[in-house]
């Protein structure tokens, strides 16, 4: 009987130490959520200003660029450009704002290319997109000076 008990105490305690290992490692996975800015490797362009890429050791994740609006026009130039600069396994630095998620389930953000730019504002500045004010929070004023660099639109939807 006392090997019994001891033996179901054994299993008892294999069995909490893999959940713990388990959670711990789900937790180191999405440390990610917690700073201002993650890193996520691309992996596919839909568009100019959507893509997706894949997170440290996650699945993939569909990221939509903040603060731009492509024109029809332009539909097919921004997205030859976003793929000039965005080679498949290209690391970018992802910078949510307000919303960590949109309507669509996409991660609303800004988006640092290699070199330090931004992208949302690389389009903008490139005449390739419009700039839509009431997304941006945290760079607004960049993007301002943008409109007033170039003879972009600004869209304010409110």
């Known amino acids: 009987m006392l090997m019994r008990k001891t033996f179901i105490l054994l299993i008892f305690t294999a069995v909490l130490l893999t959940g713990c290992n388990k959670y711990n490692k789900v937790a180191d996975e999405l440390s990610f959520l917690t700073p201002d800015k993650f890193q996520c490797t691309l992996v596919k362009v839909y568009s100019g200003d959507r893509f997706l890429c894949q997170l440290s050791g996650l699945n993939n994740e569909k990221v939509r660029l903040l603060g731009v609006k492509i024109p029809i026009a332009e539909k097919e130039a921004a997205k ?57 929070g945290k760079y607004k004023s960049l993007f301002i000076e943008i409109d007033q660099q170039t003879d972009v639109k600004i869209i304010e939807e409110n």
């Open 80 to 136: 030859q450009y976003t793929e000039s600069i965005l080679k498949r396994s290209t690391l970018v630095e992802i910078e949510p704002d307000k919303e960590t998620r949109d309507s669509n389930g996409d991660i609303p953000a800004y988006v640092i290319i290699p070199g330090g730019r931004m992208l949302n504002l690389a389009l903008a500045e490139q005449g390739l997109a419009d700039i839509n004010l009431d997304e941006i």
